[in-house]
Nanobody, 121 residues
């Protein structure tokens, strides 16, 4: 079994900062990319940022310059540092990991349960 557990969400004022964490645990052989997605009620889930095991990153245009993704491969953990938060960043944020559980297995996507980020005064 594989689990992704997110933490760090909450309520913050516009212009504030938050750091999200996501730790993957269980029967993990290797992890390729890890990332963060977000979803508002009634909307599709959208990419926020991803990072490969080698450290290459991709960001959504709407968060470039404000959010930074990083990871600790030894801890199977990915972080999302969010600065200059705006009300439109309010969403449920999901952690994603593209991983395999055995040497011969294929990489598959796993998801966390989500952590709520609310930006409001």
């Amino acid at each position: 079994q594989v689990q992704l557990v997110e933490s760090g969400g909450g309520l913050v004022q516009p212009g504030g900062s938050l750091r999200l964490s996501c730790a993957a645990s269980g029967s993990i052989f290797s992890i390729n990319a890890m990332g963060w997605y977000r979803q508002a009620p009634g909307k599709e889930r959208e990419l926020v940022a991803t990072i490969t095991s080698g450290g290459s990153t991709v960001y959504a245009e709407s968060v470039k310059g404000r959010f930074t993704i990083s990871r600790d491969n030894a801890k199977n953990t990915v972080y999302l540092h969010m600065n200059s938060l705006k009300p439109e960043d309010t969403d449920l944020y999901y952690c994603n990991a593209d991983l395999r559980t055995t040497l011969w297995g294929a990489h598959s996507p796993y998801w966390g349960q989500g952590t709520q980020v609310t930006v409001s005064s």
